[in-house]
């Protein structure tokens, strides 16, 4: 971003998925042009936003949904970023080599380009969340993506969780925690319940941004998607997508159950107030933490 601009534009796109990728792709592709107009300069979309999250059943044939990068995709989102002048963040079901798949984020630069990818690093296999069937974990690390409005640090849902990537994006001067999203609601789950989980979600990234003085930009799907294999009631993607400052205070959360398109200001100049006030990247004891790189300390 350049040092004389204050504010920049981020749009985020909430959507429901349909089973057939060429309605998703355009359906995309009118909502980034809604945010383009409005003004954004950087979109984010949505984990795996080409298709119904078909990690909830284990099917070699959904493998087909993946694609290599470049490919299809990168080519039409790219054109996508070139006729509108933004940067796009997109989430991808790559096909890297025969039996060896990733679940990637993509940064697609102003001009069409690929400014940089991320392999989700962590992964996860629940009831209805199986993705150790079909995602190899990531072997690009957690390093930012320069681009022409600022230095991203791109992860993808269940990185989410973890404090550890957050900071290792911040160590390499990320300006922005962004988290394509995938995940809602249990149905067996109490409504008590699923609120615990959502709030605690939206709670652990408010907390990256608090421990590392940075925005957080967090995108989140929508809408109900059924279990192919009826052994569940299916998901309720709980939306929910949000943007918060340097200090966890929300600039705007979406609801639950719509669909979204939103642009949002975020002053990236606060980051650098924010960490003179609390100095915790100066009083790191970076010393006595050697055990975390170890599983559990008996």
Same mark, same amino acid.
């Given at each position: 971003m350049p040092?004389?601009?204050?504010?920049?534009? /981020?749009?985020? %796109?909430?959507? !429901?998925?349909?089973?057939?990728?060429?309605?998703? $792709?355009?359906?995309?592709?009118?909502?980034?042009?809604?945010?383009?107009?409005?003004?954004?300069?950087?979109?984010?979309l949505q984990e795996l936003h080409n298709s119904r999250y078909f990690c909830q059943v284990e099917q070699t044939e959904l493998f087909d949904l993946a694609e290599p990068i470049p490919g299809p995709s990168t080519d039409f989102f790219g054109a996508l970023a070139k006729?509108?002048?933004?940067?796009?963040?997109?989430?991808?079901?790559?096909?890297?080599?025969?039996?060896?798949?990733?679940? /990637?984020?993509? %940064?697609?630069? !102003?001009?069409?380009?690929?400014?940089?990818?991320? $392999?989700?690093?962590?992964?996860?296999?629940?009831?209805?969340?199986?993705?150790?069937?079909?995602?190899?974990?990531?072997?690009?690390?957690?390093?930012?993506?320069?681009?022409s409005v600022g230095r991203l640090g791109v992860q993808v849902c269940w990185d989410q969780w973890y404090p550890e990537g957050a900071r290792l994006m911040a160590l390499q001067g990320a300006e922005l925690l962004i988290y394509p999203t995938a995940i809602?609601?249990?149905?067996?789950?109490?409504?008590?319940?699923?609120?615990?989980?959502?709030e605690a979600w939206t709670t652990v990234q408010r907390g990256h941004a608090v421990a590392n003085g940075l925005p957080v930009i967090s995108v989140n799907r929508t809408g109900h998607e059924p279990d192919p294999s009826e052994q569940t009631g299916g998901i309720e993607f709980w939306g929910s997508s949000f943007v918060c400052g340097?200090?966890?205070?929300?600039?705007?959360?979406?609801?639950?159950d719509e669909e979204v398109v939103a642009v949002v200001d975020i002053d990236l100049h606060r980051s650098e107030q924010v960490r003179r006030w609390w100095p915790f990247l100066r009083d790191r004891r970076i010393d006595e933490y050697g055990g975390l790189l170890e599983r559990f300390i008996d």
């Open positions: 040092s004389n601009t204050d504010n920049m534009k /981020t749009g985020i %796109v909430q959507m !429901r998925c349909t089973d057939s990728v060429e309605i998703n $792709r355009q359906q995309l592709a009118e909502r980034i042009a809604e945010a383009a107009q409005q003004g954004a300069e950087l979109v984010v006729d509108h002048g933004i940067v796009i963040v997109c989430s991808l079901f790559e096909r890297r080599a025969a039996g060896l798949y990733h679940n /990637t984020a993509v %940064v697609l630069e !102003r001009d069409g380009s690929i400014a940089g990818c991320y $392999r989700k690093m962590h992964i996860p296999d629940d009831p209805a969340y199986y993705e150790k069937f079909y995602f190899t974990p990531g072997d690009l690390g957690f390093h930012p993506i320069q681009t809602g609601y249990e149905s067996s789950d109490s409504p008590e319940e699923q609120e615990r989980q959502r340097p200090q966890g205070e929300f600039l705007y959360r979406a609801p639950q």
